[in-house]
């Protein structure tokens, strides 16, 4: 069965450290990931995907295959980065399974 | 991208009855669907709401607990019958514009079973 494990619920890490949210996957085919993320008071947005290979907010994700991984990293930790994260593998042709998210929060 | 408004944002109910939450699209969106969130749990899946005809339902979801209608393409509502306790959560409204699993959300209808 398809499935998403985020293994920290909470995470905690001081401004300017490095921050590493960890998620892994197991799925049978080709995998798609994402990485979304709720800040304080506002809804879930797509922060990036494995496709796009980009950096966003200074965060970056690599898709491990041989490992099942899709770590979210942050070299230089922000305040503003403190919110909930959550890894989402694509499930056929458009439906989203959800790990069960971290909140992430970033200590001055 | 899509706004998405959803309503109520909260709202408490007796056990046994039913509540009905809309969702309102500012665009014409093929891809909707509904999620649930309970305390301290992931988003889960409950359906996908078809345009002119049946949602598709996850495993564990059935029709009769949660009827959903899709009465055009901007717009859906899902309804929680005969709640109990255990409904309490939070139930969001999404789509999908373009099949690349980027998701937008509505800010979600907080339901609290009493």
């Known amino acids: 069965a398809q499935r998403v494990t985020q293994p920290e619920k909470l995470l905690s890490v001081f401004k300017g450290a490095p921050v590493e949210l960890k998620c892994n996957y197991s799925?049978?085919?080709?995998?798609?990931l994402f990485w979304y993320v709720q800040y304080s008071r506002q809804r879930l947005q797509l922060l990036l995907r494995?496709?796009s290979r980009e950096s966003i907010k200074g965060f970056t994700a690599d898709l491990n295959k041989g490992e099942t991984s899709f770590h979210l990293k942050k070299p230089f930790a922000q305040e503003e980065d403190s919110a909930m994260y959550y890894c989402?593998?694509?499930?056929?042709?458009?439906?989203?399974?959800f790990g069960q998210g971290t909140r992430l929060t970033i200590n001055p | 991208s899509a706004v998405i408004s959803q309503k109520p944002s909260r709202d408490i109910c007796q056990r046994g009855t039913s509540l009905t939450i809309q969702c309102q699209v500012d665009?014409?969106?093929?891809?909707m669907f509904w999620y649930r969130q309970q305390p301290g749990q992931s988003l889960t899946l409950i359906a996908t709401?078809?345009?002119?005809?049946?949602?598709?339902?996850e495993s564990g979801f059935v029709i009769d607990k949660f009827p959903i209608s899709r009465p055009n393409l901007t717009f859906s509502t899902l309804t929680v019958s005969n709640m109990s306790p255990e409904d309490s959560s939070i139930y969001l409204c999404?789509?999908?514009?373009?099949?690349?699993?980027?998701?937008?959300f509505g800010e979600g209808s907080r339901l609290t079973v009493l």
């Open positions: 999404s789509v999908d514009e373009s099949y690349t699993g980027e998701l937008f």
């Open positions: 799925y049978s085919g080709s995998p798609e």
């Open positions: 494995h496709i």
């Open positions: 989402a593998l694509k499930q056929g042709a458009q439906k989203l399974v």
């Open positions: 665009s014409q969106v093929t891809m």
């Open positions: 709401a078809n345009q002119g005809s049946e949602a598709t339902y």
